[in-house]
């Protein structure tokens, strides 16, 4: 399989005027639950956790709506003790919308939403390297920063996680407002 071309920058016309962005709600959880399933390579919640997180971090979050539904999000959260720092959790796009732009886009649009935001912190795993180009590249159209240092290292997962790679702390910023 060919290598997928590194986006630099990111041309809007690509993404699909159809998909509408918005707050999550409860609501929606199970479409999220079902998209991180999907993807294969997001630690999967249950459904419940989902649906709580549309409810409570609603703020703090991104779902794309497409013609069908909800076709990918971005969970985050405000850092308790450092409220100038958002914490993106998960970013998922479902396959029939990969390719377009759109998590660049959710991203942005959560950026935007949270004016007294000055980073963005992620973690990824290293073999993960769609996720580490799409933080790359945000750092990047921002001509911000970008620090990597290992979060959690393999030990601090269970043992029947016993081959869970290093997570991975991408610290972006901070932005220019």
């Known amino acids: 399989m060919a290598a997928q071309p590194l986006i630099h920058d990111i041309d809007p016309r690509r993404t699909e005027s159809a998909i509408r962005l918005a707050r999550p709600r409860p609501a929606d ?6 998209i991180a399933r ?9 459904p419940y956790a989902y649906a709580l997180w549309c409810r409570d971090f609603a703020d703090t979050s991104v779902v ?4 069908g539904g909800p076709c990918g999000f971005v969970t985050g ?4 003790g450092a ?4 914490f993106v959790w998960q970013v998922a796009v479902d ?3 990969r390719g377009r732009g ?7 649009e959560l950026a935007a939403r949270r004016p007294g935001v000055r980073h963005l912190e992620a973690t990824v795993t290293p073999g993960n390297t769609a996720s580490a180009r799409l933080f790359e590249s945000f750092a990047r159209r921002r001509g911000c920063a970008l620090v990597r240092r290992e979060l959690f290292g ?10 869970h790679e290093p997570e991975v702390l991408y610290r972006i910023g901070p932005f220019a407002r």
């Open 29 to 34: 959880g199970r479409e999220l639950w079902r």
């Open 38 to 46: 999907d993807s294969r390579s997001l630690d999967l919640n249950s």
């Open 64 to 67: 794309a709506h497409g013609p």
């Open 77 to 80: 959260y405000l850092r308790p």
């Open 83 to 86: 409220p100038d720092t958002l």
């Open 95 to 97: 396959d029939r919308h």
């Open 102 to 108: 759109l998590a660049h886009r959710m991203l942005d």
């Open 154 to 163: 393999p030990a601090m997962f269970p043992d029947e996680h016993a081959a």
